[in-house]
């Protein structure tokens, strides 16, 4: 194996353990000899990729590797990202697609990209929607903790205000998103269309984006669904793991 390709594999491996890495890491998870990865180790040490910490003896990213994190989430917009993402996804699919952000109680649509079905633009740039009510908002929503939810929402979705979601429901439905990390709407925000999203935060900003893809109801079964959250959590999962969302790790 390469001196590169060795590199690589030991950066997996960190990335994986969520931890730095010792001599026996390597032999007992990439099945190098001791020998080898006792001489890896320490030749990139000396080049300045890896630091040895003096008491657990194991190496960690040193300062030239996170120079150039730093550089990446610097020139990476979270929103740019997303966008880039979902572009091929609607090239793909072609389905309409969505950015949007959490505004108050509403999500608020960033960025529409049109996709070559039927269904094209329903909603504008700009345009506002009750965020409890699409599938973007709950992907959103799901990420936020329960007092800021039962603050926010409780109040505005009890029984007597006669509204199609309760917040008993809702909180619900946040508890299947943190499990899958996706939403999906069918008939709710808009007639005849429906929905899966995913959103991705930057915990360095602060910023949290969510992304969908729009398409009409009549193509929404199980099969479709199910296809386009792998697509948009595969898409989510490697912003995220780019930007150090932590919510992608797990």
């Given at each position: 194996?390469?001196?590169?390709?060795?590199?690589?594999?030991?950066?997996?491996?960190?990335?994986?353990?969520?931890?730095?890495?010792?001599?026996?890491?390597?032999?007992?998870?990439?099945q190098f000899?001791?020998?080898?990865?006792?001489?890896?180790?320490?030749?990139?040490?000396?080049?300045?990729?890896?630091?040895?910490?003096?008491?657990?003896?194991?190496?960690?990213?040193?300062?030239?590797?996170?120079?150039?994190?730093?550089?990446?989430?610097?020139?990476?917009?979270?929103?740019?990202?997303?966008?880039?993402?979902?572009?091929?996804?609607?090239?793909?699919?072609?389905?309409?697609?969505?950015?949007?952000?959490?505004?108050?109680?509403?999500?608020?649509?960033?960025?529409?990209?049109?996709?070559?079905?039927?269904?094209?633009?329903?909603?504008?740039?700009g345009s506002?929607?009750?965020?409890?009510?699409?599938?973007?908002?709950?992907?959103?929503?799901?990420?936020?903790?329960?007092?800021?939810?039962?603050?926010?929402?409780?109040?505005?979705?009890?029984?007597?205000?006669?509204?199609?979601?309760?917040?008993?429901?809702?909180?619900?439905?946040?508890?299947?998103?943190?499990?899958?990390?996706?939403?999906?709407?069918?008939?709710?925000?808009?007639?005849?269309?429906?929905?899966?999203?995913?959103?991705?935060?930057?915990?360095?900003?602060?910023?949290?984006?969510?992304?969908?893809?729009?398409f009409p109801?009549?193509?929404?079964?199980?099969?479709?669904?199910?296809?386009?959250?792998?697509?948009?959590?595969?898409?989510?999962?490697?912003?995220?793991?780019?930007?150090?969302?932590?919510?992608?790790?797990?």
């Amino acid at each position: 194996m390469s001196i590169l390709n060795s590199t690589a594999a030991i950066l997996r491996l960190m990335s994986t353990l969520k931890r730095g890495v010792t001599v026996t890491d390597l032999v007992e998870h990439l099945q190098f000899p001791k020998s080898t990865a006792s001489r890896v180790l320490k030749q990139l040490a000396e080049a300045g990729f890896l630091d040895r910490d003096a008491s657990s003896l194991a190496y960690q990213p040193g300062l030239m590797l996170l120079e150039v994190t730093h550089l990446v989430r610097r020139n990476s917009s979270l929103t740019d990202l997303i966008e880039q993402a979902l572009r091929d996804l609607c090239r793909l699919t072609g389905h309409t697609g969505y950015l949007s952000v959490l505004d108050g109680s509403d999500v608020l649509v960033l960025r529409v990209i049109p996709g070559v079905h039927a269904l094209r633009v329903i909603r504008n740039a700009g345009s506002r929607s009750p965020a409890w009510g699409t599938s973007t908002g709950r992907a959103l929503l799901a990420r936020l903790p329960d007092t800021q939810l039962d603050a926010q929402f409780r109040a505005a979705l009890s029984p007597a205000n006669d509204l199609p979601m309760h917040f008993t429901q809702l909180m619900e439905q946040l508890a299947g998103v943190r499990r899958c990390h996706w939403a999906s709407a069918v008939n709710e925000a808009v007639a005849g269309a429906a929905s899966v999203s995913c959103a991705v935060g930057d915990p360095h900003s602060g910023e949290t984006v969510a992304f969908c893809l729009t398409f009409p109801a009549s193509m929404a079964d199980d099969a479709e669904i199910q296809r386009l959250a792998r697509l948009l959590c595969t898409a989510a999962t490697q912003i995220g793991k780019k930007i150090g969302d932590p919510y992608w790790f797990r």
